[in-house]
């Protein structure tokens, strides 16, 4: 696998990763939970399992995946990222501000800016609101810099929980959607236990990828040895 594909690789498992995340830093200081991602592409399903640790205090994130390979990724808020894979005992490491949890949604829900889930800090800005019964519809425009790969962001919340996000490409077509559903109480912060994603490469080319959460557990009850787990020195890094 060349570098160019590890880093598409990286960046594929870390987006299934920040789908769901919704706590408040106050409360939750480490949290953990089991994700299990199937994604569906012309009658064919492809599924992905992993526990995930994590501990606000430097965004240190920790998944171990058993579905489809076995292999730990470890990332934290600067964009260190490592994939270590126990069968081989081998290692890719890559430092990208991409990679960082604070650009994850997760990492917005988490200091509860479920409000825009992050895309004022990214350089959107809020181009109309409108109220359709309990809905709250928003209208976000990239910024110049994105503006050739995205237009537009449409963001719906139900109350304080957003439900829905819809992307917009440079050329105005549907790019992805994303729905937020089956919300459930951690700490003093709602967080939807189920995600589904749309991505649109074409009218009639998409993927559909249906996340969904178990065994949430935060603070002192979650899982410390896989947040403390570490890299074999020996391990041998692949460039």
């Known amino acids: 696998m060349n570098q160019k594909n590890r880093f598409y690789l990286v960046l594929g498992l870390l987006s299934v990763m920040s789908l769901a995340f919704s706590f408040s830093a106050n409360t939750v200081k480490k949290i953990s ?9 012309n009658g064919k399903t492809a599924t992905i399992k992993s526990e995930i640790a994590y501990q ?8 171990h995946f058993t579905q489809p390979n076995n292999q730990y990724i470890i990332n934290n808020a600067k964009g260190e990222v490592s994939i270590y894979a126990p069968a081989k005992n081998t290692v890719i490491q ?13 990492y917005y829900f988490l200091n509860n800016q479920k ?8 350089g959107f800005t809020n181009k109309a609101t409108k109220f359709a019964k309990n809905l709250m519809i928003s209208t976000w425009i990239a910024p110049a810099k994105l ?23 440079g050329e105005g077509k549907v790019m992805k959607k994303v729905y937020y559903y089956n919300f459930q109480k951690v700490g ?3 967080f939807p236990l189920a995600v589904t994603q749309i991505d649109f490469f074409t009218a009639k080319d998409s ?10 557990k935060i603070n002192e009850a979650i899982n410390n040895e896989l947040l403390n787990f570490t890299i074999p ?3 041998k890094a692949l460039k």
Do not use: C, W
């Open 33 to 41: 939970m089991i994700m299990v991602a199937r994604s569906n592409k």
């Open 188 to 190: 003093d912060i709602e």
């Open 207 to 216: 993927v559909i990828t249906k996340t969904s959460y178990a065994e949430v």
């Open 147 to 169: 503006s050739k790969s995205i237009r537009s962001v449409e963001l719906v919340h139900n109350g304080g929980n957003p439900i829905y996000t819809k992307y917009i490409d």
């Open 233 to 235: 020195l020996n391990a």
């Open 94 to 106: 890559q430092v990208n501000y991409i990679f960082s949890t604070e650009t994850t949604q997760f």
């Open 56 to 63: 606000v205090a430097g965004g240190k994130m920790v998944s």
């Open 115 to 122: 409000s825009d889930l992050g895309l004022r800090n990214m």
